[in-house]
T-cell receptor, first 114, second 114 residues
Framework: EAGVAQSPRYKIIEKRQSVAFWCNPI?????LYWYQQILGQGPKLLIQ????????DSQLPKDRFSAERLKGVDSTLKIQPAKLEDSAVYLC????????????FGQGTRLTVV | AQSVTQLGSHVSVSEGALVLLRCNYS??????LFWYVQYPNQGLQLLLK??????LVKGINGFEAEFKKSETSFHLTKPSAHMSDAAEYFC????????????FGAGTRLFVKA
């Protein structure tokens, strides 16, 4: 079974530039998550999709972050404009519909804003 | 609201010694509990999970954890540490509040001394 795919693995941009990350979840997984992991901290949920609908985006900085999951499969997370404090690893995860199903994670995208 | 507290951001043990990583949670409904491990520049990998049934759960690489409802704890243990266990460990709680949501603790970095 193929895992969660993310690209790119690494990205370096200047502040005020824009950047986009892509995620392809495990086939058949209805739930998709984007987490932000700042160095030395645990993953923080940014947004959660159930199919192509947003379940929770309460911690997404909506003035600069946006995410979409068209057709309920792939997802993109965008930051525009980026700030220095956005430097982090952005993890995508997916899970099945049942409560006891764990989230499966991609390898993440490491973003450095300079 | 649910939350996860991991006691000790860093734990150091000698090779062959007992590993104990502490996790306490709060949840308004019966939770599903998970432990994940993260190696450098990698995504999170599931070690073990508790959903229902037996409160002592066994995972990969010789790790196990016990769900104690009265103490709201889910501590991770391994009888004998190996150098390859050095990594970051995250406890997570998955509950249902309008949708299944997984919340992570801040993580505990395990160091293993030769």
């Amino acid at each position: 079974e193929a895992g969660v795919a993310q690209s790119p693995r690494y990205k370096i941009i200047e502040k005020r530039q824009s950047v986009a990350f892509w995620c392809n979840p495990i086939s058949g997984h209805a739930t998709l998550y984007w987490y932000q992991q700042i160095l030395g901290q645990g993953p923080k949920l940014l947004i959660q999709f159930q199919n192509n609908g947003v379940v929770d985006d309460s911690q997404l900085p909506k003035d600069r972050f946006s995410a979409e999951r068209l057709k309920g499969v792939d997802s993109t997370l965008k930051i525009q404009p980026a700030k220095l404090e956005d430097s982090a690893v952005y993890l995508c995860a997916s899970s099945g519909p049942q409560g006891g199903t764990e989230a499966f994670f991609g390898q993440g995208t490491r973003l450095t804003v300079v | 609201a649910q939350s996860v507290t991991q006691l000790g951001s860093h734990v150091s043990v000698s090779e062959g010694a007992l590993v104990l990583l502490r996790c306490n949670y709060s949840s308004s409904v019966p939770p599903y509990l998970f432990w994940y491990v993260q190696y450098p520049n990698q995504g999170l990998q599931l070690l073990l999970k508790y959903t229902t049934g037996a409160t002592l759960v066994k995972g990969i690489n010789g790790f196990e954890a016990e769900f104690k409802k009265s103490e709201t704890s889910f501590h991770l243990t391994k009888p004998s540490a190996h150098m390859s266990d050095a990594a970051e460990y995250f406890c997570a709680v998955r509950t249902y509040t309008g949708g299944f949501k997984t919340i992570f603790g801040a993580g505990t970095r395990l160091f293993v001394k030769a």
